[in-house]
């Protein structure tokens, strides 16, 4: 299966991003999260529901 083979560096890309702010910047990464905590749900879906089209139309440029 050829798409397995760019499915797994693509989740580890993933995982180096999300990595990064928290390893740069901890204490902004932890303001970040306690701010996110007072968002609504319907918000929290919103950012969710923009980061896959994101996500969707970069892949479809691709």
Same mark, same amino acid.
Not at 30 to 35: A, K, L, N, T
């Given at each position: 299966m050829e798409w397995m083979d *760019?499915?797994?560096p693509a989740?580890?890309?993933?995982?180096?991003i999300e990595g990064a702010l928290p390893f740069v910047s901890p204490?902004?990464?932890r303001r970040m999260s306690?701010?996110?905590l007072?968002?609504?749900d319907g918000? @929290?879906?919103?950012?969710g529901l923009? *980061? @896959?089209a994101i996500?969707? @139309?970069?892949?479809?440029m691709l």
């Amino acid at each position: 299966m050829e798409w397995m083979d *760019s499915l797994w560096p693509a989740l580890a890309l993933v995982l180096v991003i999300e990595g990064a702010l928290p390893f740069v910047s901890p204490a902004g990464w932890r303001r970040m999260s306690m701010q996110m905590l007072q968002l609504r749900d319907g918000q @929290i879906r919103f950012c969710g529901l923009l *980061s @896959i089209a994101i996500g969707a @139309i970069a892949l479809a440029m691709l």
